[in-house]
């Protein structure tokens, strides 16, 4: 999941609402960013994800959805 604290009207709000829901989600706020993350932060938008995937692989299989 990932917002904006510049996007006020749904990103960081409606984010923080849903990070504590959402089992192993991570929240990372970018400051003085637009509606397209990856591509104005890709540097630090990428170490994020490829960090949290790796960290998901060596835990094994995802349960998501209640499967297992």
């Known amino acids: 999941m990932t917002a904006t604290?510049?996007?006020?009207?749904?990103?960081?709000?409606?984010?923080?609402?849903?990070?504590?829901?959402?089992d192993d989600s991570e929240l990372h706020v970018f400051?003085?960013?637009?509606?397209?993350?990856?591509?104005?932060?890709?540097?630090?938008?990428?170490?994020?994800?490829a960090?949290?995937?790796t960290r998901g692989a060596n835990r094994g299989p995802s349960t998501l959805g209640g499967g297992q």
């Open 31 to 49: 400051g003085r960013c637009g509606h397209r993350t990856q591509v104005e932060r890709s540097g630090a938008f990428t170490a994020l994800v």
């Open 51 to 53: 960090e949290f995937l």
């Open 5 to 22: 604290a510049e996007r006020i009207a749904a990103g960081p709000v409606a984010s923080l609402r849903l990070h504590p829901l959402i």
